[in-house]
């Protein structure tokens, strides 16, 4: 089926796309929502008798935040090289500087670390879009709104993380305000009728849901009953936005002949794509109301979506959720721990144990655990206080195993937390085995990698495209200094291929954005770093390769200016010494 072009079988082609997709990841989706709430803390699915204490020891929440932070406890080395050596200089000076410093003013770092990789742990997958921002700074820049799994609307054909560019179709919802829309679409966005789910308060048993029964995790804010119980306006009126990004492969001369007549006015033949990149479509509010019906914006002709993958799953992109792996394990841990609790506080609580007859019956009313209660019993009769029995050291033994198991599970072993293991003393051999215990994390380590080299390769284009006026650029330098760039825009055009000038249309695939392996965390840069210093201790490798081995910055001309120093403070210190040997002579 050709996509349609007017609006109202356009909307009914796009719910088509939004059902297909939806119908896609339902089996893998299904535990999303109950993950999540897992990871907050709802361990207790059920509600416990009054005696019963929901102790939640949330061992998950701490797993997740190790795992993201070992993944992203450093800024990973980042280049952008040439496949031909007339742009050397262009991916050297220009590119990778500039790449860097969009990276620490975005703070990306946070982004990745705060968002998309722990929902990625979480839920199994994430994504981001590689936009540009016009509003961001006095020139705009390059921005990365994540994007949660349960937003994303994904051709089912699509079966890898890393292959979203092959899918026929891909896209994202999001929540906008009416007021944000009207600015970012002008005129065309005041029909835009605002959604009930988003707009007001709704009894959250309501069937009204965002169309499509498509919620985005938005929702989750907003559809919930208010206290007053009636229904009631928000102060601030919103949409659901759904952005498309569809492959249209028809030319000009297979178009109806008014729309033709269209692209013939804009240079086009009727020989030509019509979309070249697909087409980008968006619309808004329950009327769903068609913003924008457009080329593909972006000159790498790509949908600026980028997805990442948790676990490995064969079957579809989606991944597989590190919560859900160990989710059993934390339930058996609740429980347990739940018992501990219970048992130290009938421990300090004895139950009473007697003769029927023994007390008046109220006196037995009035027996409670207050110190130094006196009771007077019946002559012949007997009344006691019994404690629980203490429970079995195998419960602790349980609760060892089972944390042990889920470090098991998600590679965090001993050595990964900091922890000597029992029995190694030699430095050589925990580095060994610090190496082994990571094989899992340096596995994630990479995909993140590969994912970044994804984003990078769009932030190219974007620089090409939307960096068109000089600006002055910051980026953090390896040993903590700020360091500053003119980024020029002349400069890049001024660059030949060959005999002909540079074209950023025509030449940007002969570009690529790359990443170190394993720079993404800090104990591989110290790994390296270690290693080069014991190779340079025995003369088998120049100093400047120890520092360039921790990507230390211009490490030719630290070492240089380091043996300089060296040679005038031995300088400094002799001279006294020979002014006093003189002296004695004479």
Known sequence: MELPLRESELNEYLDSLVDESQQAKKEASKYWDENMRFYNGEHWQTKLPSHRIPVTANYTAVTVKRLAAMITDTKPNIEVRSHVPELTSLCRDILSPTIRANWDEQSYDQKFGTGLIPKSIILGSCACAVTYDNSNGPYGNISLPVIDPRAL?????????????????????????????????????????????????????????????????????????????????????????????????????????????????????????????????????????????????????????????????????WGSSEVQLIKSLQAVLNKLSSSIIENAVKMNNNIWIGDRDALEKKEWADLNDAPGLLVKVRPGRQLRRESAPALPGSVFQMIQWITNMIDMLTGLVDVTQGKRPV????????????????????????????????????????????????????????????????????????????????????????????????????????????????????????????????????????????????????????????????????
Request: charge should be positive.
């Open 153 to 317: 609307i994904l051709d089912p054909a699509v079966t890898r993380a890393a292959d979203v560019d092959s899918a026929e179709y891909s896209g994202y919802q999001t929540i906008m305000s009416l007021n944000q829309l009207r600015y970012a679409f002008g005129d065309k966005a005041r029909a835009v009728v605002p959604d009930a789910t988003l707009s007001r308060f709704v009894d959250r048993n309501s069937s009204a849901t965002g169309y499509n029964n498509f919620e985005s995790p938005g929702h989750r804010v907003f559809f919930r009953l208010p206290s007053s119980q009636g229904v009631s306006s928000y102060a601030i009126a919103r949409a659901q936005v759904q952005e498309f990004y569809i492959k249209d492969r028809r030319k000009v001369g297979e178009l109806p002949v008014e729309v033709q007549e269209h692209f013939v006015r804009n240079g086009l033949t009727l020989e030509d794509q019509a979309w070249p990149g697909g087409r980008q479509i968006i619309r808004a509010g329950a009327n769903q109301k068609i913003l924008a019906d457009r080329a593909n914006p972006y000159i790498d002709n790509k949908t600026p979506i980028v997805m990442y993958d948790w676990g490995l799953q064969t079957e579809n992109p």
């Open 423 to 586: 029995g190694l003393v030699s430095s050589n051999a925990i580095e060994a085995l610090n190496l082994a215990a990571q094989t899992l994390i340096r596995y994630q380590a990479r995909k993140f990698e590969n994912f970044l080299e994804r984003v990078g390769k769009r932030m190219i284009a974007r620089i090409f495209q939307f960096y068109s006026s000089d600006r002055m650029i910051y980026y953090l330098g390896p040993n903590g200094a700020w360091k500053e760039y003119a980024f020029k825009r002349q400069q890049i055009l001024d660059h030949m291929v060959g005999e002909r000038p540079f074209n950023i249309f025509r030449d940007l695939d002969l570009m690529s954005f790359l990443v170190t392996p394993g720079s993404s965390m800090a104990i591989t840069r110290v790994q390296k770093g270690q290693l080069s210093m014991g190779l340079y201790s025995g003369g088998l490798i120049p100093g400047y390769q120890v520092l360039q081995s921790v990507e230390w910055d211009n490490p030719r001309e630290t070492v240089n200016e380091a043996r300089q120093e060296r040679m005038m403070g031995m300088q400094t210190v002799g001279e006294p010494q020979n002014t006093k040997r003189t002296r004695v002579a004479a």
